[in-house]
């Protein structure tokens, strides 16, 4: 089994900043791509953030200029760096890992969510 921790989360003042972290733990497992998504209540699920392995990164429109994705492939993590936070970015964010094993097919594996509200 493949794990994914996220930790980071909590309440923060419009302007303010959060940086989320995500940690894979587990055996004989490489992952590919990693990213952030995340939900507002009401509202479908949406990508925030991806990066590959080599270090390129995407972002929803709504972040762009705001949030910064990064990664260390030596510690399994990816990060995600939240400045001049908004109201609209509260939600509850996941991380997501596409995790093989060995060389066998990918799959998507999930974090629990850690929720970040911003106020006004």
């Known amino acids: 089994q493949v794990q994914l921790v996220e930790s980071g989360g909590g309440l923060v003042q419009a302007g303010g900043s959060l940086r989320l972290s995500c940690a894979a733990s587990?055996?004989?497992?490489?992952?590919?791509?990693m990213g952030w998504y995340r939900q507002a209540l009401g509202k479908q699920r949406e990508m925030v953030a991806g990066?590959?392995?080599?270090?390129?990164?995407n972002y929803a429109d709504s972040v762009k200029g705001r949030f910064t994705i990064s990664r260390d492939n030596a510690k399994n993590t990816v990060y995600l760096q939240m400045n001049s936070l908004k109201l609209e970015d509260t939600a509850v964010y996941y991380c997501?890992?596409?995790?093989?094993?060995?060389?066998?097919?990918?799959?998507?594996?999930w974090g629990q969510g850690t929720q970040v509200t911003v106020s006004a």
């Open positions: 990066i590959t392995r080599g270090g390129n990164t």
């Open positions: 587990g055996s004989d497992f490489s992952i590919d791509a």
């Open positions: 997501a890992a596409e995790v093989r094993r060995g060389w066998g097919p990918t799959k998507n594996s």
